[in-house]
């Protein structure tokens, strides 16, 4: 049985954290298999989209504490979970976590950093390092930006969790459904996102990072020069093509 699910249907890579009797901790053998699998996303041209959740009572809970007790380290090809934050934001196809459970510190990280969150109603947030001696990385990067200081500071400072409800009214999530519902509502999300053409969807996100840290008038040049690139795309010929002849468009990604 593998720690880390893959799958890829219709274009969709569904990726599952499977080590449900340790809430889906993350040790050596959950790095390697994200490793493998975000790159299998990054690089394969057939995979326009990802989806990410876990199996049992947890997201993920973040880094094995076990493990981290030993103090063994190794470092995987993107250097370790904390590196999975950047990797995912900059991986330019749209990603979505269907936050099940449990979504804690690390766990919290790479959910954070996926582009649209759903939560299933069971599902918390917290950062509870501090309950252990430990600092956190995403909680003061990732959190931190996403929520209003003095919300981020009581979460860390005090490491209580959150309810998914809390989530959404911090806008940590896009939605929150019935346990039962949450892979029915992550599938219609994606699905919506994968009829629309992949070359403007991955431009949009690309330009949308890329420019967090520009000026006004260096955003607008990056986004000219990206939509200038995909305009020149078979996918904006068809996607034309299909609007004059009032036709549902068929994207090649190319």
Known sequence: MSVVEFEVRDKVAYVTLNRPEKLNAINHAVLDGMTEAFDEVKHNADIWGMVITGTGRAFSTGHDLVEMAQRTERRTRTGGATDFYQFLQELYKPTVAAINGLCLAQGGGIALSCD???????????????????????????????????????????GEFISAERALDLLMVNHVVPHDQLMEKSEEVIRKIMANAPLAVRAIKETGVRGLDMNMEQRVRLASLISAQVGRSADTKEGLKAFAEKRDPVWTGK
């Open 116 to 158: 649209i969150r759903i939560a299933s109603e069971e599902a918390q947030f917290g950062w509870p390092q501090v309950k252990r001696g430990i600092s956190s990385t995403s909680g003061p990067t990732i959190l931190f930006q996403q929520v209003p200081k003095n919300i981020a500071m009581e979460m860390l400072f005090t």
